[in-house]
């Protein structure tokens, strides 16, 4: 998707931006970190607020 509808629907994100197929990985990478140790039994969501 590009152009008008790209930035249409970018601008629904608190962001302002698409969220990239990176940032699931860096989450995942960081709960393997001790950093995320006490992260237990939870739903994180990753949808980056999208407003409906």
């Not at 601008?11 to 698409?18: D, E, I, V």
């Not at 940032?23 to 006490?38: F, K, N, Q, S, V």
Request: aromatic fraction near 10%; avoid cysteine; hydrophobic fraction near 40%.
């Amino acid at each position: 998707m590009t152009g008008e509808t790209y930035q249409a629907v970018a601008s629904r994100f608190p962001s302002g931006r698409w969220g990239m197929p990176d940032g699931p990985a860096r989450l995942i990478a960081w709960l393997a970190t001790d950093e995320a140790d006490r992260i237990t039994g939870q739903v994180i969501d990753l949808e980056g607020g999208f407003r409906h």
